[in-house]
């Protein structure tokens, strides 16, 4: 995907089906995408539509429009990540600062201390890469919302397939003419051999 390029992802587009993967259609703006995926929703109530912008999954969507009777994964909320890495550190490491203080005799103490610390750590090291994406991503579409617009042809998908195929085509055309004449050429002189 370009700059400039929307995907509408799917969310339990068909349970029945078996797992292909994500798919996604690719639209030209966010508003033909928000458009799609509203129109998307209607006609499938159980239907999640998320909408991501050319990084793709790099960060949160920049849109998701879910149908009446869509029944959502189990995520983990951001709130949640927080509440749970606060006490699993905190937690963690209380119960390492208890064993050191008797000097690390009772020892189980300091044991399920570190093993409570280190998800917690993750956890709350997740949660902070989140938001300081977050704020770079905005901070980078504020920018680029601020920026002079550009002026550049509107080329598709499929007008730069079809020119790359075209390239690539007349080149394997020289390629073989190219061989044809060079065969033509020595074939005479082989020939001539008995």
Not at 17 to 35: F, K, N, Q, V, Y
Not at 44 to 56: F, M, N
């Amino acid at each position: 995907m370009s700059p400039g390029e929307y995907a509408v992802h799917y969310s339990s587009f068909v349970r029945s089906a078996p797992e292909i993967g994500p798919s996604c259609t690719i639209l030209g703006s966010l508003a033909e995408a928000e458009e799609y995926a509203k129109a998307q929703v209607a006609l499938k109530p159980g239907l999640r539509c998320r909408i991501y912008d050319h990084q793709g999954f790099v960060g949160p969507p920049i849109l998701e429009v879910r149908g009446q009777q869509y029944v959502g994964e189990r995520e983990m909320s951001p709130r949640f990540r927080k509440w749970l890495g606060s006490v699993l550190f905190f937690g963690g490491l209380a119960l390492i600062i208890l064993d050191w203080n008797v000097d690390f005799r009772l020892t189980w103490p300091a044991t399920i201390g570190v093993r409570m610390l280190i998800p917690g750590l993750i956890l709350l090291l997740t949660e902070v890469i989140l938001v300081l994406h977050a704020k770079r991503s905005l901070k980078a579409w504020t920018s680029w919302q601020r920026a002079p617009a550009r002026i550049t042809p509107s080329v598709s998908r499929s007008t730069s397939l079809v020119r790359c195929c075209t390239a690539a085509l007349t080149s394997s055309q020289r390629a073989v003419a190219a061989y044809r004449a060079k065969a033509s050429i020595s074939l005479p002189i082989l020939s001539n051999f008995p």
